[in-house]
C-alpha cells in the first residue's frame, strides 16, 4: 500500500529481503513462535548444561522449567536481542547461580535456628552439639508444621514468643509449651539423622 497525498496514512514499512537467509533469526521476528521451535533442541542441552552442576535430577528439572518460563518472560518484553541455544544456556546459569544463593541462605537460615535451638533454655537443659547445617536442614523439614513454623518465627525471625503466639493463633502459655515439644522434636529428628549418616 503507498502513501497517499492527503489521507494522512502511512504505508506499512518495507521489509529488509535479506533479514534471516543467514539462517540466524530476523531482528523483531516472532520470538515466541522461534523459541518454541528451538524447544526441542534446546531443552536437551539446556538440562545437561545444569544436572551435573546442581547435582539432582529434580533441581535440574526445576531449573530448566525455569529458564524456559524466564525465556518466555523476556520474549514477551522483547528484550531479546537474538534467541539462541547459547542464550538459553546463559539463562540457565543465572538461574543455577540464583538457586546456590537460595540454598547458601537457606542453609545460613537454618544454622542460625540450629545454633538457636541449641543454646535455648541450656540452664534446663544443656545441647552442646555443634550442628551439621545441612542435617539441621532435613531434620527441621521433618517436623511437623506447626512445630516447624514456631521454631521458624521463634529463632529464625527473632520473634518473642507473645508475637509468636499471635502470629500461631494460641495462647502465650501454649506457645511456650508448643515450642519445649518443637525442640524436643527438633533434637530428635535431628539425632535420628546423626545415627543415619
Not at 35 to 55: I, N, S, T
Not at 80 to 87: E, I, S
Amino acid at each position: 500500500m503507498s502513501r497517499s497525498r492527503g489521507t494522512g496514512r502511512r504505508s506499512a514499512p518495507l521489509r529488509n529481503d535479506d533479514e534471516g537467509v543467514d539462517g540466524e533469526p530476523a531482528a523483531g521476528g516472532d520470538q515466541g513462535a522461534e523459541l518454541l521451535a528451538m524447544y526441542d533442541r534446546a531443552l536437551p542441552q539446556v538440562y545437561g548444561y545444569l544436572l551435573p552442576r546442581c547435582g539432582s535430577e529434580a533441581v535440574a528439572e526445576d531449573l530448566t522449567g525455569e529458564t524456559f518460563l524466564a525465556a518466555v518472560a523476556a520474549v514477551q518484553k522483547h528484550s531479546v536481542d537474538r534467541l539462541t541455544v547459547a542464550w538459553l544456556v546463559g539463562v540457565a546459569r543465572h538461574k543455577l547461580v540464583d538457586h546456590w544463593r537460595r540454598q547458601a541462605r537457606e542453609d545460613r537460615n537454618v544454622q542460625v535456628v540450629a545454633d538457636e535451638l541449641a543454646t535455648a533454655g541450656t540452664e534446663d537443659d544443656p545441647w552442646d552439639e555443634q550442628l551439621d547445617a545441612s542435617r539441621a536442614h532435613q531434620a527441621l523439614a521433618e517436623l511437623r508444621g506447626h512445630h516447624r513454623a514456631a521454631l521458624t518465627l521463634r529463632y529464625l525471625d527473632g520473634l518473642p514468643v507473645p508475637e509468636v503466639a499471635d502470629h500461631l493463633g494460641r495462647t502465650v502459655h501454649a506457645t511456650e509449651a508448643l515450642l519445649v515439644r518443637a525442640r524436643s522434636a527438633f533434637r530428635r529428628a535431628y539425632g535420628e539423622r546423626r545415627d543415619d549418616g
